[in-house]
């Protein structure tokens, strides 16, 4: 059989055998999610996604299937990933982050996605937070606060703060999006900012001897799926070259970062299951308005802090959801 013949037959054959579960309820559903990096840095958001289910009723490979693919740190495979799991007929797309749910939305405009992004709107995942539209809805997990709050907090404990380094990825849209509400918060703070741009982890080493050249005091690393799937090498690479950091998942401050300030993503992930088990019960994600975190936590690393000499102000240590010691 011809591949095209092949290939006809399989996506035909999933049409009718979707059609016919509607009709006997034979048919357990089926999710598909796409991650960003790899199991050994997300695995606990995964968890915490299935614990969701879970509570909700769900038992994998009973009432309900999953499928997940992981992308390993790099952009390039999620067209590939989002395309892999529509040709396998999944009645929803879990999208685990901004690159991930722009490939999913190429790649189907009929199956629902339930998307994790930091700024849906901007990057034309949805019409607006309150009205989805289309058949995208899900979770952001940015505000333009989030940017001043992160170089205010690295005021509080560098003392003299006047130029910060930041890692940035320029293939990602997000990136220029986070880019301008820093730059933003800098120049209110007179802050000066230095890009470093990473595409992938081979740039980190040079990324941050430009850091160290260019005389940053201090370094913020932008969200992606880059950074959390390297989130312990660039620790590590922080603090061989002193740098105070600080980062947007609690993660890095477990695994050694100086300062975290963000939402918690296994609360996210977790609430991600109410958005499938919704879209699996018939609502339309276009009449599911997009969520945002209510809190944004901030962590602290002692340890960290005193390896590189620096004193956390008491009133900043007050403010702490989590001190790491």
Do not use: C
């Amino acid at each position: 059989m011809r591949r095209r013949e092949f290939v006809t037959a399989i996506v035909g054959g999933a049409a009718w055998s979707r059609a016919t579960a509607a009709q006997t309820h034979s048919r357990i559903p089926r999710v598909g999610l796409i991650f960003g990096n790899s199991p050994a840095a997300a695995d606990h958001i995964l968890a915490a996604f299935k614990h969701g289910l879970q509570e909700l009723g769900y038992v994998e490979g009973q009432t309900i299937a999953l499928e997940v693919r992981w992308a390993a740190g790099r952009s390039e495979p999620m067209t590939e990933l989002a395309t892999e799991l529509v040709n396998l007929d999944v009645d929803v797309l879990v999208a685990a982050n901004s690159a991930a749910a722009s490939a999913a939305k190429g790649a189907t405009r009929t199956i629902p996605i339930v998307m994790f992004a930091g700024d849906p709107v901007g990057l034309g995942l949805v019409a607006s937070l309150a009205r989805p539209s289309g058949n995208v809805t899900g979770l952001s997990y940015f505000n333009v606060e989030i940017s001043s709050k992160r170089l205010g907090l690295l005021a509080e404990v560098v003392p003299g703060l006047a130029r910060v380094a930041v890692l940035r990825n320029p293939a990602l849209p997000l990136h220029a999006n986070y880019w301008l509400h820093t730059e933003a918060a800098a120049r209110k703070l007179g802050v000066t900012l230095q890009p470093l741009e990473v595409r992938g982890p081979e740039d980190f080493e040079a990324a941050f001897a430009a850091a160290r050249q260019g005389d940053a005091q201090a370094l913020i690393a932008f969200d992606d799926f880059l950074t959390v799937g390297y989130r312990r090498r660039i620790v590590e690479l922080a603090a061989n070259h002193r740098f105070p950091a600080i980062y947007g998942f609690r993660e890095f401050a477990v695994d050694g970062g100086l300062m975290s300030y963000g939402p918690n993503f296994v609360v996210l992930f977790h609430r991600a299951a109410i958005f499938v088990d919704k879209i699996l019960k018939g609502t339309k994600p276009a009449d599911l308005p997009v969520e945002q975190p209510t809190h944004f936590e901030l962590a602290i690393n002692l340890t960290t802090a005193k390896a590189l000499g620096l004193t956390i102000p008491p009133t900043l240590l007050a403010r702490a959801d989590e001190v790491i010691e």
